[in-house]
């Protein structure tokens, strides 16, 4: 009786272990997220390449219905050159549950990081993912010329720099856009941070070389107008964001390029996740890209 208790037992054992094995829980999964995607209020593409990197991957954010000619947004994540996601919830979250619900498409982007690719070349990952948005906007309902490039921090950088320079956007095989948006970049005069006190990540971004300083320098390549751009900058931090699109916005308005700053008392973080949640800071977003685009939805 000892012997077929014990059998009965190790029999128990080896079915429990065989029921805990997660050979269904792939499928599982898969069916979960898609019964969450159906439940959505929005459709979403994820890691669509746009080049042979694993990190030149963007996701696609899109209404239900699909629309046709929308507007588009394409964000450029920050994390100092070095970080960052385009899935972090602090880039997208509130940004889609606004403009997506608006019946903007949005896109999110990865690129290229330290120290795999400095900044120019993570500019170049930017282009080329423009231009693959610009290339399949209309298969999702979108407006290729209706783009607006939008960018957090180190993305804020990237985004003026494009802006910037239209010979490394034709590079790319991508086109103008209608607007930049560049939230809370302090690096859009370079040479002048480099030569002050400053955070060791622009060290390690930008090197000692005052050349490279001024090719990855938004204001210093700034030799033609380029889209028009809204900077919106901290007043909270040190390092002078505020000052630094002044700047900027001295080097470009006499080329006729339109360049508005939009201080806000906020953090870094902060400017970046209360895009789309408060609505008196995200209502001067959308009411300057109205000004450019006339017709940029309205909020509901």
């Known amino acids: 009786m000892t012997r077929a208790i014990a059998r009965a037992i190790r029999a128990c054992l080896a079915v429990a272990l065989l029921l805990a094995q ?3 829980a792939g499928p599982l999964r898969d069916r979960i997220a898609e019964r969450r995607q159906q439940a959505a209020p929005f459709e979403q593409l994820k890691d669509l390449a746009y080049g042979p990197h694993e990190r030149q991957r963007f996701d696609v954010y899109l209404p239900k219905p699909r629309p046709t000619g929308a507007p588009v947004i394409l964000l450029v994540h920050g994390g100092g050159w070095r970080h960052g996601d385009k899935a972090a919830d602090s880039v997208v979250e509130h940004k889609v549950r606004h403009w997506v619900g608006q019946g903007v498409i949005l896109v999110s982007t990865n690129y290229r990081l330290l120290p795999e690719a ?4 993570q500019a170049d990952d930017v282009a080329r993912s423009l231009a693959a948005v610009q290339q399949r906007a209309s298969e999702w309902g979108g407006d290729a010329d209706r ?5 957090h921090s180190a993305g804020a950088h990237l985004v003026a720099l494009l802006g910037a320079s239209p010979e490394r956007v034709a590079a790319a095989g991508a086109r103008p856009w209608a607007a930049t948006v560049s939230l809370d970049s302090a690096a859009l005069d370079l040479p002048a941070i480099m030569q002050r006190p400053h955070l060791r990540l622009y060290d ?5 070389n005052p050349a490279h300083w001024r090719a ?3 204001r210093h390549q700034q030799r033609t107008a380029g889209p028009p751009l809204l900077a919106v900058c901290s007043t909270e931090r040190r390092d002078g964001p505020c000052p630094n699109a002044e700047a900027f916005a001295a080097t470009a308005r006499p080329l006729g390029m339109r360049v508005e700053i ?3 008392a906020r953090s870094h973080r902060e400017i970046n996740v ?3 949640r408060d609505a008196a800071y995200t209502g001067a977003v959308d009411a300057f890209l109205r000004s450019v685009e006339a017709r940029w939805p309205m909020a509901r």
């Not at 783009?147 to 960018?151: D, K, N, P, W």
């Open 22 to 24: 997660p050979i269904h």
């Open 118 to 121: 400095g900044p120019l070349e």
């Open 147 to 151: 783009v607006v490039l939008m960018g």
């Open 204 to 208: 390690q971004a930008f090197g000692d």
């Open 216 to 218: 990855a320098s938004p």
């Open 262 to 264: 939009l201080p806000q």
């Open 274 to 276: 209360d895009l789309g």
